[in-house]
């Protein structure tokens, strides 16, 4: 079989119901295959890229009779639009036919939380995507031709599961074993989930039924842990076997695995400055992600020539993707985006993602085997695999460990006795495997089908008993951030409803998570009329945003936060229905505009408004991590802040969302990126999930490496910044300035003392009266240029830093310049001194002097002070929330805030002050010039001499010049003639002279001795 490139589609959708209240711009556009996309700033060119397909969903569609989209003729796109019908004939059609040929499969979708993947993947209602498409095509092609009198006998068997922080679950049970499920590799077929569910269907409706199994299952397990939804891989799996007799009668086997893959929203991830976190356990979030774009890449290499390792075994997603991406399967990606301009850096990530894909080859091979092959191959590897057990005679092969478990040079004999072991578990579990498999080739299908409807019957009994109370009763359904996973939680209300955590007394509806007390809320009423109120003056309890504090009637679509974590909505079983139910985000945010946020979108720019959403993402997490923090007593505290980037040490770029740490016991206080904390939350969500299953007998002694809690006070963090314009280079004058240092908030925390000298190739600092200035920057052009930068000290730190040090880079240096670090003190004096040198300037060099800059970074250590009395983190958190329980966003402070722009103000200040000195004393130089000139009476002064004098680079210079007044020509009477000077008289330049002229050369220019000069500045 020939290689086949991976077959790469885009889709853009249209705007969503948040976009359009946001005035959303489109910036996508679709030309044929070619995707084009806008940058909304302005600043780079529009990026263009061709994949297989790319689908117009943005607009150009009307709804017919039923509800389906098409598209609208009358639509100036209405020929552009891309239906559902057409995505599933150009992937779903060739993806349907693999399988019927024996080959393996698989489906990607591809985009950040909320892009559309699911609408062509799964889609909605009548508007049908390629899983439920694919699924329906197939059981009605098999019933074709078993009505054409076809004797194959077909099976398919479906499995779903779920990976988050790389552990695997199977999503067709309702639980998993702690720490996921193992992956284990047959040399034969790959890797493999051990224990999966693998179970027979009969008809669509039963994988239907399956899935909504599995999405129900998948998001108890999100609200009991307090998941990500969105961080989070789920792999469908459908095996399709045809079983048949071949020519020669011998019952043979053709198997396809065709696998639906929707992969964690590819947020705005990589460059958020997680990496270097201590606490590398939080960052296996990220893992299969970044290892599936490591994986991708390397195979892109290796389809153009180049030999690299593919890191398959470097995270679960790409173990169980390995014959997807690098062996036995046709691929097919979806790459799905927004159109919308505040979501430009997300798409532009997707886009890229998908062009690297498309560079990818597979090679896919018929799996097509007689079964009494199959059987006896399963057979003789089990008797290998079971000798080599019994005689202990299992060898550990030599390698590096891109192979699997191998022997690496250097290893102790304890590590390679663990290897062994390890090796030997492998053997003994690929031997059940095979086993299983045997067993299931020589099982009736229709027996399968019938063990498998008898074990869900009890199942399906209660989602029946359930579908009928929606009819009949009101209820609370669940809100999750994943759309996807909304309103599959019901908690029917049946008289009165206590709600608790799992702890003290049981309670009628148990809610899981942070700040859920034992007698959090109550639900009282009847048919028609439900009342809500706390249970516990402490317990946290919003209705549509607001605090409860007095029984409240509830109305239909209510929105309810229980503690932190968990949102639920008020159903009126009379009123309901399913397009109605709320969106996370909107009641997200009605939380955040209760507590005082600034949720109003009039007049803010696209960047303002993605970091907008980015603190309407992050509220709830903190408020997380603060339960968490209480619930644990950590004594740690979290808040958001928004960063310019001259408060991160930039020089240029947007503001950043970033959040605040504090110790409130040793002061010790970070600031996180918003990766980092994401990657710290995770972690405090699995220690949580330990402590809630048991609190008593919860060991909190945990080592600090581990503690997602712990900050290291010997790390070194950013103090502040201070930016330093290079305008005075421009004009070669000096800058002596005192300049503001800026922390995370924009506050002034002290002063540094900053200076910048021209000087001689030899490192002399120019005195005042080797007056170097120059007016015209543009006359330095070509000349070899020097100059120091030196970085004094600095003045009022706050007393809680220690070894303080600052370190900056122009783009001539290769690394950032440090000082050394000063202990003891709060007012270090660095004395750093470095010389520079552009040798034969440019114009590229001098545009860097006159608009560039550079910034200075002030890093310490924190002094962790000893608490001078145990604090309670609950009371800690309460003292700074107000009573209405309000987000945790860092409010503004007294202290002095520093505008970044008034920096630069006043540093272009000094720099025109002191270019009006030296022009000034230009002009004094000239008047001294013309004051000699009629002190000798004369009526002309030669030009070449006022050029000379304003461009004298000293006053001994200036003199020289005005001395040589009296070599020059003029005429006119001696400096001791009482009478007056004439009236001077032009030269217009022809040779002609006027009246009131003088016939002398061009290059003279009469000055009339009473005219005041000035030179405008």
């Known amino acids: ?351 890229r993602y998908a062009d690297r894909a498309k560079q990818i080859k597979t090679v896919a091979v018929v799996n097509e085997d007689p079964t009494e092959k199959l059987i006896r191959e399963l057979q003789e590897e089990n008797d290998r695999l079971k000798e080599m057990l019994e005689s202990g005679g299992v060898e550990i092969p030599e390698g590096n460990g891109e192979h699997g478990i191998e022997k690496q040079e250097g290893m102790s004999k304890a590590d390679v006795d663990a290897l062994k072991k390890e090796l030997e578990e492998e053997y003994a579990e690929a031997l059940e495997e095979n086993k299983r498999k045997m067993a299931e080739m020589q099982k009736n299908y229709d027996e399968m089908l019938k063990e498998a409807e008898e074990s869900d019957a009890p199942k399906a009994a209660v989602k029946a008993s359930d579908d009928e109370k929606k009819k009949s009763q009101n209820y609370l359904t669940n809100l999750n951030m994943d759309p996807a996973l909304s309103g599959y939680i019901k908690h029917f209300l049946e008289g009165d409803k206590t709600i608790g955590n799992k702890r003290g007394e049981t309670s009628s509806i148990c809610l899981p998570g942070p700040s859920i007390l034992e007698k959090h809320a109550l639900i009282t009423g009847e048919t028609g009329s439900w009342t809500l109120e706390k249970s516990s003056e402490a317990a946290r309890l919003l209705v549509n945003g607001e605090p409860v504090q007095e029984p409240t009637k509830l109305n239909h679509l209510d929105r309810i936060m229980f503690g932190t974590t968990q949102l639920y909505v008020f159903i009126d079983h009379t009123k309901y229905k399913p397009e109605d139910l709320p969106e996370y985000a909107d009641a997200m945010e009605e939380i955040a505009k209760s507590a005082g946020f600034d949720t109003n979108d009039e007049e803010k720019s696209p960047a303002e408004m993605l970091l907008k959403e980015d603190v309407l993402e992050i509220l709830p997490s903190i408020e997380e991590a603060n339960s968490i923090s209480e619930e644990m007593d950590k004594k740690v505290t979290f808040e958001a802040v928004i960063v310019s980037a001259e408060s991160r040490g930039e020089v240029s770029g947007k503001p950043e969302l970033f959040v605040l740490v504090k110790n409130i016991e040793t002061g010790l206080q970070y600031y996180w990126p918003r990766e980092k904390f994401y990657n710290r939350k995770f972690v405090m969500q699995e220690l949580f999930s330990k402590y809630d299953d048991d609190a008593d007998d919860f060991n909190g002694q945990i080592a600090d490496e581990k503690d997602p809690f712990t900050m290291n006070p010997k790390e070194d963090v950013h103090i502040g910044s201070l930016k330093v314009y290079l305008q005075s280079l421009a004009y070669n004058i000096e800058l002596t300035e005192q300049l503001d240092i800026i922390d995370y908030q924009s506050e002034q925390i002290g002063v540094c003392n900053v200076e910048i000298y021209p000087c001689t190739a030899k490192g002399k600092i120019f005195k005042p009266e080797d007056d170097v200035f120059v007016d015209d920057p543009r006359q330095l052009i070509g000349q070899d240029f020097h100059f120091k930068v030196k970085i004094s000290g600095a003045r009022g730190l706050p007393k809680r830093y220690n070894e303080i040090y600052a370190e900056y880079r122009l783009k001539s240096d290769a690394d950032p310049v440090r000082t050394k670090a000063i202990a003891g003190t709060s007012n270090p004096d660095w004395r750093l001194e470095k010389q520079y040198h552009f040798p034969n300037l440019t114009e590229e060099d001098i545009k860097y002097f006159e608009s560039g800059c550079f910034m200075v970074k002030i890093f310490g250590k924190q002094n962790a002070g000893a608490a001078a009395r145990k604090l309670d983190t609950k009371k800690e958190l309460r003292k700074k929330k107000a009573a209405r329980g309000q987000v945790a966003v860092a409010a503004n402070s007294v202290k002095k805030k520093i505008d970044p722009d008034n920096m630069k103000l006043q540093q272009n200040a000094v720099v025109a002050q002191t270019r009006n000195k030296k022009l000034n004393k230009r002009l004094e130089w000239l008047k001294d010039l013309l004051r000699e000139a009629n002190s000798r009476s004369k009526k002309k002064v030669p030009t070449r001499l006022i050029i000379a004098i304003l461009e004298a680079k000293n006053y001994k210079e200036a003199k020289r010049i005005i001395a040589s007044i009296g070599k020059s020509k003029g005429g006119g009477k001696s400096s001791s003639s009482a009478s007056t000077p004439e009236p001077p008289r032009v030269s217009n330049g022809d040779g002609a002279a006027k009246e009131g002229s003088d016939s002398d050369s061009d290059d003279e220019f009469l000055v009339n001795h009473n005219i005041t000069f000035r030179l405008g500045l």
């Open 1 to 351: 079989m020939p290689e086949e490139s991976v077959k790469v589609a885009v889709r853009v959708r249209p705007f969503n119901k948040r976009e359009r209240a946001r005035n959303a711009t489109c910036i996508v556009d679709m030309k044929g295959i070619e995707t084009i996309l806008t940058d909304p700033e302005g600043e780079d060119e529009p990026r263009k890229f061709a994949f297989d397909f790319s689908y117009w969903s943005f607009d150009g569609s009307k709804a017919d009779a039923n509800g389906y989209y098409g598209p609208d003729p009358s639509h100036p796109n209405g020929k552009k639009f891309c239906d559902q019908n057409r995505v599933f004939d150009d992937l779903g059609v060739g993806v349907l036919n693999n399988a019927w040929e024996g080959f393996n499969s698989t489906l990607f979708a591809y985009g950040q939380t909320g892009s559309g993947k699911s609408w062509s993947v799964v889609g909605y209602g009548i508007n049908k995507g390629i899983v439920p498409k694919f699924c329906e095509k197939i059981f009605q092609q098999i019933d074709e031709k078993k009505a054409g009198g076809d004797s194959t006998e077909y099976q398919i068997i479906f499995s779903m599961l779920e990976i988050y922080n790389e552990e695997v679950r199977d999503l067709l049970v309702s639980s998993n074993p702690r720490g996921g499920m193992k992956i284990r590799e047959n040399p034969a077929t790959g890797f493999y989930a051990q224990g999966l569910t693998m179970f027979p269907v009969a008809s669509y409706a039963a994988i239907e039924s399956k899935m909504e199994e599995g999405t129900q299952n998948r998001t108890v397990a999100a609200t009991q842990m307090n998941a990500t939804s969105s961080r989070a891989h789920t792999i469908v799996a459908i095996t399709f076997i045809q079983k048949y007799k071949n020519a020669a009668g011998a019952e043979t086997a053709k198997k396809s695995v065709v696998n639906l893959v929707d992969l964690a929203g590819s947020e705005r991830a990589a460059n958020t400055g997680a990496t270097g976190d201590r606490l590398k356990e939080g960052a296996a979030i990220n893992l299969s992600l970044s290892s599936l774009g490591n994986c991708i890449a390397a195979l892109a290499d290796n389809s153009n020539g180049k030999k690299v390792r593919v890191p398959f075994r470097d995270s679960v997603l790409t173990k169980l993707l390995k014959n997807a991406l690098g062996g036995n399967s046709k691929t097919v990606m979806i790459a799905a985006i927004s159109p919308a301009d505040i979501n430009y850096e997300e798409s532009l990530s997707t886009l």
